[in-house]
């Protein structure tokens, strides 16, 4: 297949920050575009964000209510009201 050659301007410091970012990740500036317009095409739209996380503690919070959540439903609990989830409480504290 052949090859297009795509030229853009973008502001100095954008790509700067862009390239320190990639190179964190692993990749260059120009796969990191091709992995942009291949994933646009899979996803036939805007792709999913890559990003670096520097937030642990929102990564950690996501993480428990992913946790949480595949819990309730292995426990066939994911269903319930809150009144039904202040009755289970009540019962336990009893």
């Known amino acids: 297949m052949a090859n297009s050659l795509i030229q853009l301007r973008v502001d100095e ?10 190179d964190k990740l ?11 317009l291949v ?3 899979l996803e036939k739209g805007i ?3 890559m990003k670096l996380e520097d937030d642990s503690i929102a990564r950690n919070a ?7 959540s ?12 809150l009144e039904e989830i202040n009755a289970e409480i009540s ?3 009893k």
């Open 13 to 22: 410091n954008l790509r700067l920050e862009a390239v320190e970012i990639f």
């Open 26 to 36: 692993g990749i260059d500036l120009p796969t990191a575009i091709r992995m942009f």
């Open 39 to 41: 994933r646009s095409v």
């Open 47 to 49: 792709p999913f964000p």
């Open 62 to 68: 996501i993480f428990a209510m992913k946790e949480a």
């Open 70 to 81: 595949r819990l309730a439903k292995e426990h066939g609990i994911s269903e319930m009201t």
């Open 91 to 93: 019962d336990a504290r």
